[in-house]
């Protein structure tokens, strides 16, 4: 084989791996990347959807102060309790405990102590839960871990077949066709994409091979030498302890972890002679997304160690997952990689349409099990692209308009997400490729553009209020889905007209022919 040969069996090669692991994974690609996206801001989201929990700036002492006086009276024989403190991104105080398989959590007044009846709610958790393991447990991150595989493949597939357009990027030589809004638009977000897709894929091997957490962190103080996590915890003595007040340890705790930067407190075996009481640091100003800890004996109120420092290992380990969830560059970095996620979305979007433009009449001249699987394509395209828009939208209205008194409401929510979805796949397969197209962006710009008005209606966090309290996080939500719904409205638009002047031509050719 000449080098001619084998160059042109290279690229075809590359070409076939490109269109079809693609396409059959482009539907999952952009489901995976639409709500990684959202989950940058899975923390306003949550904020969002909780709208009775509006909690005064408290001071650590006194939020901690509260929360231990709850705890002690909610679950003082419970084997664990863990204490979410108030943050910049997520103002309030969280009390969880647990006792044997059960877990409960609530929301507390940092201030008075008092509960928060707020609805229930999965809040910006379910959509970056959703976002890596599609709400299927370990099947769910195989498959995830999967479509990363194939994406990175894609990618060098696509660098492979579409060298020529690097150069024609730089020489601003753009096309107002699918092709070019696709290949223009991977290489505007191509370091993006290799970013978050490779260090996505080492979190969600991480959390499928349950021996590699075992040896950097341990799960028990019998945990292996060598692990890379001090572990502080002790076996229950079935001795009773009184605890010590949790606000007492905060300075000591500080001391060693820095004012201001606790973020969670754990506190294992509460009211035992070996309970052990482990403050947690902030990860959000730095990139190494692993919490420095100090621990204390929770009756003596002795400090039992602290680690603030990890081997290289861990070190490497985590700067992926620091990268990956970009928590460590404030709302600038969370809004760089909101726009780039959206922009990847575009990308991936433009690809399958073209997969269906360029193969349109071609399919129209082939056999019926030809045409079937070309009409289920299509139809596939609009509901994993337009058809997972409309069901986040859904699953935000849905925090608004089911009573807040519904038994299982956070399930409730996510059962409209999935039934709105289902409902788009159903559209999309009745309707004609095009006009399933409009309706369904006009559906989610709708959906999009009136959200803030249905905050407005049934809350009282809309958005005027919002911004004259200065909370950004709420009017930040109404204001990103307003925009987001201008350019899915402009969008749909756009395909109308295309719409219309397919139908004038159909309706001339018919003519002409008649």
Same mark, same amino acid.
């Not at 309790?81 to 405990?97: D, H, K, T």
């Not at 490497?316 to 404030?330: D, S």
């Not at 996510?414 to 006009?435: D, Y």
């Given at each position: 084989?000449?080098?001619?040969?084998?160059?042109?069996?290279?690229?075809?090669?590359?070409?076939?791996?490109?269109?079809?692991?693609?396409?059959?994974? +482009?539907?999952?690609?952009?489901?995976?990347?639409?709500?990684?996206?959202?989950?940058?801001?899975?923390?306003?989201?949550?904020?969002?959807?909780?709208?009775?929990?509006?909690?005064?700036?408290?001071?650590? =002492?006194?939020?901690?102060?509260?929360?231990?006086?709850?705890?002690?009276?909610?679950?003082?024989?419970?084997?664990?309790?863990?204490?979410?403190?108030?943050?910049?991104?997520?103002?309030?105080?969280?009390?969880?405990?647990?006792? +044997?398989?059960?877990?409960?959590?609530?929301?507390?007044?940092?201030?008075?102590?008092?509960?928060?009846? !707020?609805?229930?709610?999965?809040?910006?958790?379910?959509?970056?839960?959703?976002?890596?393991?599609?709400?299927?447990?370990?099947?769910?991150?195989? /498959?995830?871990?999967?479509?990363?595989? @194939?994406?990175?493949? =894609?990618?060098?597939?696509?660098?492979?077949?579409?060298?020529?357009?690097?150069?024609?990027?730089?020489?601003?030589?753009?096309?107002?066709?699918?092709?070019?809004?696709?290949?223009?638009?991977?290489?505007?977000?191509?370091?993006? @994409? *290799?970013?978050?897709?490779?260090?996505?894929?080492?979190?969600?091997?991480?959390?499928?091979?349950?021996?590699? $957490?075992? &040896?950097?962190?341990?799960?028990?103080?019998?945990?292996?030498?060598?692990?890379?996590?001090?572990?502080?915890?002790?076996?229950?003595?079935?001795?009773?302890?009184?605890?010590?007040?949790?606000?007492?340890?905060?300075?000591?705790?500080?001391?060693?972890?820095?004012?201001?930067?606790?973020?969670?407190?754990?506190?294992?075996?509460?009211?035992?002679?070996?309970?052990?009481?482990?403050?947690?640091?902030?990860?959000?100003?730095?990139?190494?997304?692993?919490?420095?800890?100090?621990?204390?004996?929770?009756?003596?109120?002795?400090?039992?160690?602290?680690?603030?420092?990890?081997?290289?290992?861990?070190?490497?380990?985590?700067?992926? &997952?620091?990268?990956?969830?970009?928590?460590?560059?404030?709302?600038?970095?969370?809004?760089?990689?909101?726009?780039?996620?959206?922009?990847?979305?575009?990308?991936?979007?433009?690809?399958?349409?073209?997969?269906? *433009?360029?193969?349109?009449?071609?399919?129209?001249?082939?056999?019926?099990?030809?045409?079937?699987?070309?009409?289920?394509?299509?139809?596939?395209?609009?509901?994993? &692209?337009?058809?997972?828009?409309?069901?986040?939208?859904?699953?935000?209205?849905?925090?608004?308009?089911?009573?807040?008194?519904? !038994?299982?409401?956070?399930?409730?929510?996510?059962? @409209?997400?999935?039934?709105?979805?289902?409902?788009?796949?159903?559209?999309?397969?009745?309707? $004609?490729?095009?006009?399933?197209?409009?309706?369904? /962006?006009?559906?989610?710009?709708?959906?999009?553009?009136?959200? $803030?008005?249905?905050?407005?209606?049934?809350?009282? *966090?809309?958005?005027?209020?919002?911004?004259?309290?200065?909370?950004?996080?709420?009017?930040? *939500?109404?204001?990103? =889905?307003? @925009?987001?719904?201008?350019?899915?409205?402009?969008?749909?638009?756009?395909?109308?007209?295309?719409?219309?002047?397919?139908?004038?031509?159909?309706?001339?050719?018919?003519?002409?022919?008649?």
């Amino acid at each position: 084989m000449n080098q001619s040969t084998f160059t042109r069996t290279f690229t075809r090669a590359m070409s076939e791996l490109h269109t079809w692991g693609g396409l059959v994974f +482009g539907w999952l690609l952009f489901v995976i990347f639409f709500t990684g996206t959202l989950a940058v801001f899975s923390a306003e989201i949550t904020h969002w959807m909780q709208p009775a929990v509006r909690p005064a700036q408290t001071e650590p =002492a006194q939020a901690i102060a509260a929360a231990d006086k709850k705890l002690r009276q909610l679950a003082p024989k419970a084997d664990l309790w863990m204490i979410a403190m108030p943050q910049e991104r997520s103002p309030g105080l969280e009390i969880i405990w647990k006792k +044997g398989l059960a877990t409960l959590e609530k929301q507390l007044d940092p201030q008075s102590g008092t509960l928060l009846k !707020s609805p229930e709610t999965e809040g910006g958790h379910f959509l970056a839960h959703f976002h890596f393991q599609l709400h299927s447990g370990k099947s769910g991150l195989w /498959l995830v871990s999967f479509a990363s595989v @194939v994406m990175l493949a =894609a990618l060098v597939s696509g660098i492979a077949i579409r060298t020529q357009v690097f150069t024609e990027f730089f020489r601003l030589r753009w096309r107002k066709n699918w092709l070019s809004a696709h290949t223009l638009t991977g290489v505007l977000t191509l370091p993006f @994409v *290799v970013l978050i897709t490779y260090t996505g894929l080492t979190v969600t091997l991480f959390m499928v091979q349950p021996a590699i $957490p075992q &040896v950097l962190y341990g799960s028990s103080w019998k945990s292996p030498a060598t692990v890379a996590a001090n572990n502080y915890e002790r076996p229950r003595a079935n001795l009773p302890g009184e605890l010590v007040p949790l606000a007492r340890l905060l300075p000591l705790a500080e001391e060693e972890l820095g004012k201001g930067k606790i973020s969670f407190i754990r506190v294992s075996n509460p009211g035992d002679r070996q309970a052990v009481v482990t403050f947690f640091r902030t990860v959000d100003d730095t990139i190494v997304a692993m919490s420095s800890r100090a621990a204390f004996d929770g009756v003596t109120g002795e400090m039992l160690g602290s680690q603030t420092t990890w081997n290289k290992y861990v070190k490497f380990y985590r700067t992926l &997952v620091g990268l990956h969830i970009a928590r460590f560059g404030g709302y600038p970095l969370a809004w760089l990689y909101f726009t780039a996620g959206l922009v990847s979305c575009a990308m991936i979007a433009a690809g399958l349409v073209f997969f269906t *433009v360029k193969r349109r009449c071609r399919y129209a001249r082939s056999s019926a099990a030809a045409q079937m699987m070309y009409r289920a394509i299509e139809a596939l395209n609009t509901t994993a &692209v337009t058809g997972i828009i409309i069901a986040c939208g859904a699953y935000l209205w849905a925090n608004r308009l089911l009573p807040s008194t519904l !038994s299982g409401r956070a399930d409730a929510e996510i059962t @409209v997400f999935f039934g709105i979805w289902l409902l788009m796949l159903l559209h999309a397969f009745l309707r $004609p490729p095009l006009r399933a197209w409009t309706e369904q /962006l006009g559906i989610a710009a709708g959906l999009c553009m009136g959200l $803030p008005v249905l905050n407005a209606l049934t809350t009282k *966090v809309g958005l005027l209020p919002a911004i004259a309290r200065r909370d950004w996080m709420t009017a930040g *939500v109404d204001l990103t =889905a307003v @925009v987001l719904g201008l350019l899915l409205a402009i969008t749909a638009w756009q395909v109308a007209l295309k719409q219309q002047r397919a139908e004038q031509c159909r309706s001339v050719s018919n003519t002409v022919n008649s």
